[in-house]
């Protein structure tokens, strides 16, 4: 039973446009939620994270927004570069043992 | 600053034949650490992970186990590899909850081809 989804595959988005990539939850025991960046033969990169108990967080191109009631969040990266093809993992943390599960990743892809 | 190596970087390992990879964190001590694997199509999977020397749990049934013996070495083991044990596989530090920030740090994956 996935407990952290991604449900599309992948995207595409022309250059300088928002990127927005979507993740959905059903645990509600998780009390963090990270976005990682990911390259082939690479391990994940941190981009950011957001606590259960905010709805947003920004760090430069990078804003996560958390929808509680929804069990949702998201990642909006605004202007999208070309740099920022890669496979984005959605992840959460549970509050109890630390375990951090993962989503199955979208690939995005910036189209010149 | 700290700093996780995991190696090999690639493993070429025919069928029947056993396996372990190691997985060190430099600059922390009493970290959570985690073993992932990344199947095509599958995202990135939790293996075995880890609060403390010899306290692992086990997320999915599999042909691996995963042993702690010292607080920053975490290994992923096999005594006899699969082909289904093909993939790319990761090691993962991070603080405890309350200690430091909230995030996972990834070593480099060891991409792994049973043959």
């Known amino acids: 039973d996935q407990q952290v989804k991604q449900n599309s595959p992948s995207l595409s988005v022309q250059e300088g446009r928002i990127s927005i990539l979507n993740c959905d939850y059903t645990?509600?025991?998780?009390?963090?939620f990270l976005w990682y960046k990911k390259y082939p033969a690479e391990g994940p990169t941190f981009l950011i994270s957001?606590?259960?108990?905010?709805d947003k967080n920004e760090d430069g191109r990078f804003t996560v927004f958390l929808n509680k009631s929804a069990k949702h969040l998201s990642l909006h990266i605004v202007p999208s570069q070309p740099g920022d093809s890669a496979v984005y993992f959605c992840?959460?943390?549970?509050?109890?043992?630390?375990?951090?599960?993962f989503g199955k990743g979208t690939r995005l892809h910036i189209l010149p | 600053s700290q700093t996780i190596h995991q190696w090999p970087a690639t493993l070429v390992q025919p069928v029947g034949s056993p396996l372990s990879l190691e997985c060190t964190v430099e600059g922390t001590s009493n970290p959570n650490l985690y073993w992932y694997r990344q199947a095509a199509g599958r995202g990135l999977q939790l293996l075995f992970y880890s609060i403390g020397i010899d306290q692992i749990s086990s997320e999915v049934p599999q042909n691996l186990s995963a042993s702690r013996p010292q607080d920053r070495q975490f290994i992923l083991s096999s005594k006899k590899l699969l082909l289904s044990d093909s993939g790319f596989y990761l090691c993962a530090w991070s603080s405890k909850v309350g200690q430091g920030n909230t995030e996972a740090f990834f070593g480099q994956g060891t991409r792994l081809t049973v043959v």
């Open positions: 645990n509600s025991m998780f009390d963090y």
């Open positions: 957001i606590s259960s108990i905010k």
């Open positions: 992840a959460a943390r549970e509050n109890r043992d630390d375990k951090i599960i």
